[in-house]
């Protein structure tokens, strides 16, 4: 069954629309993601051209994200001032990368720094996830081996402007905070993720939270920095399919429950160097259609008028 999407203008398979998004929900349950990273080049594989696929998967992020959330604040398990920090910051860098989303398409450029910017960031992460996945496997199989300290305090402990963050037991400046936050937000922006699978180790490994709060503050600081990045899409540049984020947050839904009995089965090291893998792949794949000669040179299309 065919379905026009008016935005993208292009017609796809409606059971495709639902497979894709409730594939990326089976991964969501199983790994714990929001799936932003993921959606939105399979929509590139299926024919949805980048930009709308960019503004329409966040969608999908805000979705998974909000009951997420709402569980964790039901257990306390969210620092709501080093969210709001984080929130500030992603804020600030969603305006930012909005800006220049808007800049690349009026060059007849953002197809290509999308794309290019998938192959660069889920190359770098699926390579150190999939380092650290095999690290943990070894330290799993090996009881005398060294385990590394998460809690240490660095350079970044040391800048000025200090602030309390009781609920994660941290008393450092805002500027780290603030600069992983507007990091996250320019990513939404630009490659239409949550930036969880960014913002989850920053969390950790540099401003030294305990594993406890991690998840729940960063899919606060998601939520909003989602919500906010596909309204400005919607509102700037018409580029959000509300067609096309029906089917993938319904494919979802279903998805993420399937994928949660799914990873109740699986280890948890087994889990990460799968969900490596499958990063490594989809950059591979995408660097792949960028490297390789397309079977049509040249094409006409008739610029979308703003």
Do not use: C
Request: net charge positive.
């Amino acid at each position: 069954m065919q379905v026009y999407l008016p935005i993208a203008e292009t017609s796809v398979n409606a059971f495709t629309l639902l497979g894709v998004g409730g594939g990326v929900g089976v991964l969501s349950g199983m790994f714990g993601v929001g799936g932003g990273f993921l959606i939105t080049p399979l929509l590139f594989f299926i024919g949805v051209p980048p930009a709308i696929a960019v503004a329409t998967g966040v969608n999908q992020v805000v979705a998974s994200s909000i009951s997420g959330v709402l569980a964790h604040l039901k257990r306390k398990t969210v620092d709501l001032r080093m969210g709001m920090v984080l929130l500030i910051g992603g804020l600030i860098g969603s305006i930012i990368g909005i800006w220049f989303f808007n800049l690349m398409q009026r060059l007849g450029q953002i197809d290509l720094i999308v794309q290019l910017s998938y192959v660069i960031f889920l190359g770098i992460i699926g390579a150190l996830m999939f380092q650290e996945a095999l690290r943990a496997l070894m330290r799993a199989k090996d009881p005398n081996a060294r385990r590394r300290k998460l809690h240490v305090h660095t350079w970044v402990h040391n800048l000025p402007l200090k602030m309390k963050f009781r609920a994660s037991g941290l008393y450092i400046s805002v500027f780290p905070p603030l600069a992983v936050g507007i990091g996250v937000g320019i990513l939404a922006a630009v490659m239409g993720v949550g930036g969880g699978f960014i913002l989850v180790p920053a969390m950790i490994y540099l401003l030294g939270m305990p594993t406890k709060v991690v998840i729940g503050t960063s899919l606060f600081q998601v939520t909003f920095v989602a919500a906010f990045t596909t309204m400005m899409h919607a509102v700037t540049n018409q580029s959000v399919d509300v067609l096309l984020a029906l089917f993938l947050i319904i494919g979802g839904v279903v998805g993420a429950q399937i994928g949660t009995r799914v990873g109740l089965k699986l280890g948890a090291e087994q889990l990460r160097i799968l969900l490596a893998l499958l990063v490594l792949s989809v950059a591979g794949k995408i660097a792949f259609d960028l490297l390789w000669t397309p079977a049509e040179l040249y094409s006409v299309t008739v610029p979308r008028q703003f």
